[in-house]
């Protein structure tokens, strides 16, 4: 027995009521009628206080049917076996997709757009080969002489034919992935799931079967000579051929603890033509340990919920237009240069010269909140200004949109509302807003803000309580959401502060430190362990 938590939002009517307008009771309630219902299967004296108990319980206390004993017919061993991979047989895997799942959540319009942790693709699925696998197959991603514009990424579209059917996909190199092995992300492809999962990607399920429902091999694949279109975020806001991510082994880490301020360039602080500002009371920042962060986008999602950020749809991803205030970028270690649209370095090498396995590193790239903010000094109405507590805040109602501030910032973490991304009409989406947050439309520049609505909240609380904010007491939305803790905020100000303890480790940098725009993000150098045995393997 459930009761309703809150008043009917719409005009709308339950489902026992409209049964009930059929019956001899027509405008019945769903109070009257659960209670009449239980009162003419229990036509006690005592009524009332059964169900007053019941609705404490939430359950009719003597109503559980009995158990049924059943023993199934099925046996596994009556199924026929799956196909082994053998000789040169492509083996295929079919796997869960990591935002969509296997498609339950294919109408979810945050989770389309966020792009997947290590293809970087939205929007869309793709069947993954390896680079090797790629160059035998004649496979390419084509990226340049049609004209993709920014994250627009023409892929080759194969034929699958598979247990005894086909399906159409388009192809991605991915490197990492194991030569003659492909994989076929689930939850694509739905024919009827909503206005945003409808005819999005490929059906996967159409080549899977009972008996092999996780691998097979067997298939073949075939070039259609067609190209598809696919949003792939990894090349926008790009700052490569500098010192972004710093990373090392532990032996390179115990002979030289500082190696992530090799050839540190940073100038001091004196040599600067900004205001230096002093903060008697707060100076907030954050530390993000590469070590822990695993690429999961728990922290995007939180982000775009907590901030009311919209979801702009496939064309404008291409264009290099989604507005998440926090993004991923996925980096390998590789010994080669490539051109692959995985990559993030550039070069003539082909596709097949990627390290078969190359280590993968993600780095979370929120606003950098810097000292010497770039981005301020250009923005001609004071829409982006400096606060005591060293914020870089936004003024919503001075932008002007010129833009100034996002050509000027070297971390590319400014979003510009290029459209009226808002839906202001739906009474609905007013539910899954954060009421703290304004709504920012078209014309305004945007970005992290360090949640300066769960600072404030906090603030409050501590003044009315007259003591100091403690430290850990200010979560923001992506520190709340980080599975792995990668993310930390607090006072910079207090030694004592996890923030401040992070920040005087000797792993400590800043991304893009020779600028000196002192960034109030910095981040902990990931430090790599391998097995030697398992890396001989």
Same mark, same amino acid.
Not at 62 to 86: D, E, M, N, R, Y
């Given at each position: ?74 046996? @596994? ?39 997947? @942790?290590? !293809? ?7 069947a993954l080969v390896s680079p090797k696998t790629a160059g035998t197959l004649g496979l390419t991603h084509n990226i340049s002489s049609r004209g993709g514009e920014h994250g627009k990424i023409y892929s080759n579209v194969i034929d699958i034919s598979l247990s005894n059917s086909k399906v159409t996909a388009a192809a991605w190199i991915l490197?990492? $992935? ?40 067997? +298939? ?64 907030? +920042? ?95 109405? +004071? ?18 949109? !010129? ?24 009474? $609905? ?53 980080? @599975? ?5 905020? +607090? ?5 004592? !502060? ?23 993000? !910095? ?8 097995? @030697? ?5």
């Amino acid at each position: 027995m459930i009761q309703p938590l809150i008043a009917p939002l719409y005009r709308t009517h339950s489902a026992r009521e409209v049964l009930a307008a059929f019956s001899d009771k027509p405008g019945i309630s769903d109070y009257d009628a659960v209670r009449d219902r239980l009162k003419a299967a229990n036509p006690t004296a005592d009524f009332d206080k059964l169900w007053r108990k019941s609705l404490n319980d939430g359950v009719v206390a003597g109503t559980a049917f009995t158990p049924i004993g059943i023993t199934s017919k099925f046996s @596994p061993a009556s199924l026929p076996a799956a196909a082994a991979a053998l000789g040169d047989e492509l083996e295929f895997i079919f796997r869960p997709d990591p935002c969509v799942y296997d498609g339950r959540f294919a109408n979810n319009g945050w989770l389309q757009e966020l792009a997947k @942790p290590v !293809t970087k693709l939205t929007w869309d699925n793709a069947a993954l080969v390896s680079p090797k696998t790629a160059g035998t197959l004649g496979l390419t991603h084509n990226i340049s002489s049609r004209g993709g514009e920014h994250g627009k990424i023409y892929s080759n579209v194969i034929d699958i034919s598979l247990s005894n059917s086909k399906v159409t996909a388009a192809a991605w190199i991915l490197p990492g $992935q194991a030569d003659g092995v492909i994989v076929l992300p689930l939850g694509y492809g739905r024919s009827q799931a909503g206005y945003t999962g409808t005819n999005k990607g490929f059906n996967a399920y159409m080549v899977r079967t009972s008996n092999a429902l996780w691998h097979t091999a067997g +298939g073949k694949i075939t070039k259609t000579g067609d190209d598809y279109p696919l949003a792939c975020t990894q090349y926008h806001f790009n700052m490569e051929g500098r010192k972004i991510l710093a990373s090392g082994t532990l032996e390179e880490y115990k002979k030289n603890p500082a190696f992530a301020h090799e050839d540190d360039e940073q100038p001091p602080k004196e040599l600067s033509l900004y205001k230096e500002y002093s903060y008697p009371g707060y100076a907030w +920042g954050m530390a993000i340990d590469l070590n822990s962060c695993n690429g999961c986008n728990a922290c995007v999602v939180a982000c775009q919920s907590e901030n009311n950020i919209p979801v702009v749809g496939k064309e404008q991803v291409t264009r290099g237009r989604e507005m998440h205030w926090i993004r991923i970028d996925r980096y390998y270690l590789a010994e080669t240069d490539t051109n692959d649209p995985s990559s993030n370095v550039d070069s003539k090498k082909h596709l097949t010269d990627v390290l078969a396995d190359p280590p993968t590193f993600f780095q979370p790239v929120p606003c950098q909140q810097c000292e010497n903010a770039p981005c301020e000094q250009v923005c001609p109405v +004071g829409a982006t200004t400096h606060s005591a507590e060293g914020l870089n805040d936004m003024v919503y109602n001075r932008c002007i949109g !010129t833009r100034y501030c996002s050509n000027n910032c070297p971390y590319k973490v400014r979003r510009f509302n290029f459209l009226r991304f808002q839906d202001w009409e739906t009474p $609905q989406l007013k539910l899954i807003r954060n009421p703290e947050v304004t709504i920012r439309s078209r014309g305004v520049m945007e970005k992290c803000t360090y949640c300066v609505q769960r600072i404030n909240n906090v603030r409050i609380e501590a003044e009315k309580q007259n003591r100091p904010i403690r430290d850990g007491e200010i979560v923001t939305a992506c520190e709340a959401a980080c @599975p792995s803790e990668a993310i930390v905020f +607090g006072n910079a100000n207090d030694p004592t !502060t996890r923030v401040a303890k992070l920040k005087a480790q000797q792993r400590n940098y800043s991304i893009l430190g020779e600028l000196n725009s002192r960034p109030r993000t !910095t981040y902990l150098a990931a430090v790599r362990n391998p097995n @030697p045995e398992l890396e001989k393997a």
